[in-house]
């Protein structure tokens, strides 16, 4: 097989010049894992700077009156315009497990006749332990569509009904990369009026989401990832606006009250999406998101989504041909337009291989249970050329089989 040159593919990358916009200081390192923790942007580091200096060091608490208190709803603001959302009804706060319970048992509340929360088996674990959590809480069942071969989605239209009180599930799974048909399942759950609740955390900056388009009642997602806000940087959370002010947090604070510093002593939700706010937002965190999410914006959601195509398809290509023969499996979709921006191999000494790949190959995926080593590709600063030679370095540790003086236990955080 004939493949094209890397270094032509990203001599006609429109993209190539985001590169140079976050910290590297090791090029030589290939790192494949920004869809766990993105890398730096170069104005996160100086907003750091700025927001401890001027901010906490000079402002001091005179900070909220100029600018903190709304950051939340700015930033919110700008994650919509990536997600097909109106600005006023994304807001960033706490993390996406907690946002996911607070959207969740708001869904319920609303839905008290229904006994049903449907999920499916490629959800993200602590997806799934929040919903089984909440259901124990509140009376209910969860009930799982199960994916015929780990890869592909199963089937989980037939499991909605009249009993569905909400049916919530990833719309690029974590683990396979599988993207999700989010308007058609929607659309079958509001055709028997359960809500929708999509998490967005392994699509948001990298594939492309239309949540008005979709008819989507609710959403959450993560900003560590493609957006790269910063290592547990705070998620978002979205609630179409119509249905606003007919949910309730579950987690009242004073930061989701009507008027917070006028210290009433009974709770009045806020009229805006501020009531799913709860307490004091992470000012730090928060003013370090926003320079991933402009990259994002400035790069365009039609252009990330093209490249992202072009370099998983790379990739596919030369594990077609370099590492399929090594007894590598593809365990994501082979078709690009199905899968998101991260590709799983497996391999039967999986945990070895991924740590032969970080420390002898200085190659960066990360490991997700039985065997999958997962690629992550992000379209702002992965280059074709890497992708090549990161193979060409996964093909020469499977050959001369370096990764067995590795012990098959595992490390806390894979
Ligand atoms: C990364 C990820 C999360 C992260 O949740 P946290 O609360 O930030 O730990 C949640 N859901 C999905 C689908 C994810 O990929």
């Given at each position: 097989m004939t493949l094209p040159d890397p270094a032509q593919l990203d001599a006609a990358?429109?993209?190539?010049?985001?590169?140079?916009?976050f910290f590297i200081d090791d090029p030589d390192l290939i790192y494949l894992d920004g869809n766990s923790l993105g890398r730096m942007p170069l104005a996160a580091c100086e907003i750091l700077h700025r927001q401890a200096e001027?901010?906490?060091?000079?402002r001091l608490v005179r900070g909220w009156n100029e600018g903190w208190f709304d950051l939340p709803a700015r930033l919110g603001a700008k994650i919509a315009s990536l997600i097909g959302?109106?600005?006023?009804?994304v807001v960033v706060a706490d993390s996406t497990s907690v946002n996911l319970f607070k959207l969740a048992a708001a869904a319920l509340e609303f839905q008290s006749g229904r006994s049903q929360i449907v999920s499916d088996d490629l959800n993200f674990p602590s997806d799934l332990y929040v919903l089984q959590g909440l259901a124990q809480t509140a009376g209910r069942k969860v009930v799982m569509a199960r994916s015929p071969d780990g890869i592909e989605p199963g089937d989980?239209?037939?499991?909605?009904?009249?009993?569905?009180a909400l049916l919530t599930l990833s719309h690029?799974?974590?683990?396979?990369g599988a993207i999700r048909d989010m308007a058609a399942i929607s659309a079958a759950a509001r055709s028997v009026g359960a809500l929708t609740l999509w998490d967005l955390s392994h699509s948001v900056g990298a594939v492309p989401v239309d949540l008005s388009g979709s008819g989507i009642d609710l959403a959450i997602g993560c900003?560590?990832?493609?957006?790269?806000?910063?290592?547990?940087a705070p998620a978002f959370l979205y609630v179409r606006r119509d249905l606003q002010e007919r949910?309730?947090?579950?987690?009242?604070?004073w930061f989701g009250q009507?008027?917070?510093?006028?210290?009433?002593?009974k709770y009045e939700p806020a009229?805006?999406?501020?009531?799913f706010q709860t307490g004091t937002p992470p000012i730090l965190s928060l003013a370090a998101i926003e320079p991933g999410v402009d990259l994002v914006i400035e790069g365009g959601m039609d252009r990330i989504r093209e490249k992202s195509m072009l370099l998983t398809g790379f990739l596919a290509d030369l594990w077609e041909r370099d590492l399929r023969p090594l007894g590598?499996?593809?365990?994501?979709?082979?078709d690009a337009a199905r899968r998101g921006s991260h590709i799983s191999f497996g391999h039967p000494d999986g945990w070895r291989v991924d740590r032969a790949l970080i420390e002898d190959a200085r190659v960066i995926p990360d490991f997700r249970e039985p065997d999958n080593i997962r690629f992550g590709l992000s379209p702002?600063?992965?280059?074709f050329t890497e992708v090549d030679e990161a193979v060409r370095r996964f093909r020469e540790l499977l050959e001369q089989r370096?990764?067995?003086?590795?012990?098959p236990a595992r490390a806390e955080v894979t």
């Open positions: 990358d429109p993209l190539r010049e985001f590169r140079s916009r001027d901010g906490w060091g000079s959302a109106e600005p006023d009804e989980v239209e037939p499991l909605i009904g009249g009993e569905t690029t799974a974590f683990k396979s900003t560590y990832k493609y957006l790269s806000g910063g290592p547990g949910l309730r947090n579950p987690i009242a604070g009507a008027r917070p510093f006028a210290f009433e002593l009229s805006s999406l501020r009531r590598v499996a593809l365990n994501s979709p082979l702002l600063y992965t280059t370096t990764y067995e003086k590795y012990p």
